[in-house]
């Protein structure tokens, strides 16, 4: 088989694993965080760092490389991987995240969703069929279901969203039966509501998926009420699978989940926080453009081994951040992409030593202490 999951140790008192995916471009050790590659490159940062840093997985999205440049375009080139230059694992998303985020040029119905396109406006069209055929053309390693993700807290939405959902799962099972190249991911649904969420579980164990995506949090549900869902939701899920916690990417957000038994993660937050002057530190989240690094020779964190901390101050960084230069989103983008990555590595080989419950404690007091 060209995918499978093996769980090589689980927490011996919660839900969390250590395990290794297998995909035909390479073994993914988990729980993984994967960087966001929106269009075809994580912004500002080349392949080459990116291996450098130990990324194992990326995301590519279906939505923004249909509408430029074209899945017929990337295929013609052959596929994702070629197209640019990433010879490790690629999961594309399904585009639906964005089809829904653009509510105000959007019209959704059973069958699929019409919109604008925000490039040039032209009219435009997915379906569950299309997006996985789509998804299928870029020849991404894990491919998603086209889902509607609806506000967390709108139970009539939500019910309504749950339903839609898990009938374009079956759509999109049914127009790619076959996982031995790319392997189909169901999403669950469901908001706050356990009931919702079991509800869909259900539905998509049912179809028998290489793995199984929690959607729907950390798109406007307050931080207690994220870890209440995954307590309730990630059960649900069959434990001889990948689980995906879609869009979270914030350190102590990677803690509870990866605690909560989540394996897979990706967000755009340490490339957009980087473009803005952010950094990741083992103490919480500092601003590298502030007057009181201007003498500061440090590193921004003398831990960490990316190039960034081993070959710069956070004075220069700080003069790249005011100057404006480009360099100033490649490093800290780099320094950020390392730092999660990292963050993750040692909660696998803590589940690895059994003391995940030791590093969650240390780590959490220490990152949030300034907050």
């Not at 360099?327 to 993750?344: P, Q």
Request: with cysteine; charged share 20%.
């Amino acid at each position: 088989m060209s995918f499978y999951f093996e769980i090589i140790k689980k927490q011996a008192n919660g839900m969390a694993r250590a395990g290794v995916l297998h995909t035909p471009h390479g073994d993914i050790l988990t729980p993984v965080f994967a960087p966001v590659g929106t269009q075809a490159t994580v912004k500002a940062v080349q392949p080459r760092d990116l291996r450098d840093i130990g990324a194992s997985l990326v995301l590519a999205n279906t939505y923004h490389l249909h509408l430029r440049p074209g899945a017929d375009l990337i295929a013609e080139m052959g596929g994702l991987h070629r197209f640019m230059a990433w010879d490790r694992p690629i999961l594309t998303d399904s585009g639906g995240f964005q089809v829904f985020s653009l509510a105000s040029i959007n019209k959704i119905d059973d069958q699929g969703v019409s919109f604008r396109s925000h490039l040039d406006g032209s009219s435009q069209r997915l379906t569950p069929e299309s997006a996985t055929r789509i998804q299928e053309q870029l020849g991404a390693d894990i491919i998603m279901c086209f889902d509607q993700c609806p506000p967390p807290t709108d139970r009539a939405v939500v019910e309504k969203a749950v339903a839609r959902t898990i009938h374009w799962a079956r759509r999109c099972r049914e127009a790619h039966p076959d996982d031995s190249t790319q392997a189909l991911f169901g999403i669950q649904q469901g908001g706050i509501f356990p009931d919702l969420r079991q509800q869909s579980s259900a539905a998509l164990i049912a179809l028998d998926f290489s793995g199984y995506a929690v959607g729907g949090l950390a798109v406007g549900e307050n931080k207690p009420d994220m870890y209440t869902t995954l307590d309730a939701c990630v059960p649900m899920l069959p434990e001889d699978k990948p689980r995906y916690l879609m869009g979270v990417g914030a350190p102590d957000d990677l803690t509870e989940a990866i605690w909560r038994g989540i394996d897979i993660f990706d967000c755009v937050l340490p490339t957009r926080i980087a473009r803005h002057g952010a950094v990741f530190t083992p103490s919480g989240v500092v601003n590298i453009g502030r007057q009181q690094f201007a003498h500061d020779e440090r590193p921004i964190d003398p831990t960490c081994d990316c190039t960034c901390c081993t070959s710069f101050s956070r004075a220069y960084l700080r003069h790249l951040v005011k100057a404006k230069e480009l360099l100033a989103h490649t490093l800290l983008s780099i320094h950020n992409i390392r730092f999660l990555i990292n963050h993750v590595q040692k909660m696998r080989q803590a589940i690895l030593d059994d003391n995940l419950d030791v590093y969650k404690t240390s780590f959490l007091l220490q990152y949030l202490q300034s907050t």
